[in-house]
């Protein structure tokens, strides 16, 4: 059979049930796509234009970070100076820093300043196998500065090699403008920006922030409602700080995923598990925020519901650029396991953006998105503490 491209010499880890281990494995690729992958004395004899011997490499599927804000202008610095000297998230939020902070900075921003800064944040995450990568919007909060960050996420897609997924979080925060109207600015979202950014095809997925420093399940239910009207899919910022209902909100319009969930309880789980809900856990903002409430990893467990990790990467709660950092930060602070860690940045992570056909294990029919590792055992992508052993990252098969 005649392919681009060989990697023979492979120990894999396909994600494809479990880990997926195979000891020597050969992966082929023809026109971007996973033609095999599996055991080497399987294969079918293959004609390819180059050949790669790994050298016992383990190779993964690319790396998948399935949440975070990564487009936005300015830092938090001066606020995390705060934090240290006692100010918490809430009250720094009130007194308008947070997000509304960033705000003022993303709308000050040229698309071409904010590219060239959420590039290198990019980039220090493709740096530790990111194939794909999910940007939201939400520190633009009105039309014309939400489209911009979408159009730079986009861009993003373009000029560096990696796959884009755009969500539209215009329920994010609300805005000075809006003087503490948050039904009127839901409004706008639903009325205003949420069609001008469908109209554009800016966004693969909608998601709101369901907080009691945000908005009401009411209030981000209309929102859903409206994006349900568009043909998009949902996600969804739940049970972060208090138990809202935010869980069960989401596993009623069917979310692709409900995140960050410290505060979820255990009917919030179930309604996840039955919805068949991703819930994606953020230890980077649960570390930075010092926060002491888990997520509820042993209901989570108990109900069988997918657990995907992500860096969360975004300005004011988690300046993170190491997805294999974030690895670590869920194994020590949550608990998790190798499995379920690097699950939760393959397989879960592709199924929380609604994916999994094209990302996050090696299958034939798949994009041929693989890392390539220098390591003797999986459990050291988890393991160590500010050191990537990637060898090499392919994208398409290139």
Not at 79 to 96: K, N, P, T, V, W
Not at 115 to 120: E, T, Y
Request: proline fraction near 4%; aromatic fraction near 6%; glycine fraction near 10%.
């Amino acid at each position: 059979m005649k392919c681009d491209r060989v990697w023979r010499g492979a120990r894999l880890a396909t994600m494809a049930s479990g880990l997926g281990l195979i000891d020597k494995g050969l992966i082929a690729s023809k026109d971007g796509r996973i033609v095999y992958a599996g055991a080497e004395a399987d294969a079918t004899a293959f004609e390819a234009a180059e050949t790669v011997d790994c050298d016992g490499r383990w190779i993964t599927p690319g790396l998948v970070d399935c949440h975070t804000h990564i487009v936005y202008g300015g830092n938090r610095a001066h606020e995390f100076e705060l934090r240290l000297a006692g100010a918490s998230y809430d009250e720094i939020a009130r007194a308008g820093g947070g997000i509304v902070s960033t705000m003022r900075a993303t709308r000050k921003a040229s698309e071409d300043t904010l590219l060239a800064s959420a590039k290198r944040r990019v980039e220090a995450l493709m740096r530790d196998g990111v194939t794909t990568l999910e940007i939201k919007s939400g520190y633009g909060l009105d039309t014309d500065s939400e489209m911009k960050s979408l159009r730079v996420a986009r861009r993003l897609g373009e000029v560096l090699p990696l796959s884009v997924v755009t969500t539209f979080l215009g329920a994010h925060a609300l805005p000075p403008e809006a003087k503490g109207d948050k039904d009127a600015f839901i409004a706008d979202v639903c009325d205003c920006q949420m069609p001008a950014v469908a109209k554009a095809g800016l966004a693969d997925a909608v998601d709101a922030f369901c907080e009691s420093i945000a908005f009401s399940p009411e209030q981000v239910a209309r929102v859903f409602e409206t994006a349900r009207g568009f043909g998009l899919p949902v996600k969804l910022h739940a049970e972060q700080l208090t138990t809202l209902g935010g869980a069960q909100l989401a596993a009623r319009f069917g979310a692709l995923s409900a995140d960050h969930l410290e505060h979820a309880d255990e009917a919030g789980i179930q309604a996840l598990a039955q919805a068949g809900t991703v819930a994606v856990l953020l230890p980077g903002a649960f570390y930075f925020l010092r926060e002491t409430q888990k997520p509820p990893i042993d209901l989570l467990r108990k109900h069988g519901v997918a657990i995907a990790i992500s860096s969360d990467s975004n300005p004011g709660t988690s300046p993170l650029t190491s997805l294999l950092l974030t690895l670590n930060m869920a194994a020590t602070f949550f608990r998790l396991t190798v499995d379920e860690c690097l699950l939760g940045v393959t397989r879960h992570a592709a199924k929380a953006l609604g994916r999994l056909d094209r990302v996050g294990s090696l299958e034939a029919g798949k994009s041929c998105d693989l890392a390539i590792w220098d390591i003797e055992r999986p459990a050291e992508l988890v393991y160590r503490i500010g050191f990537t052993p990637l060898h090499q990252r392919i994208w398409k098969g290139r």
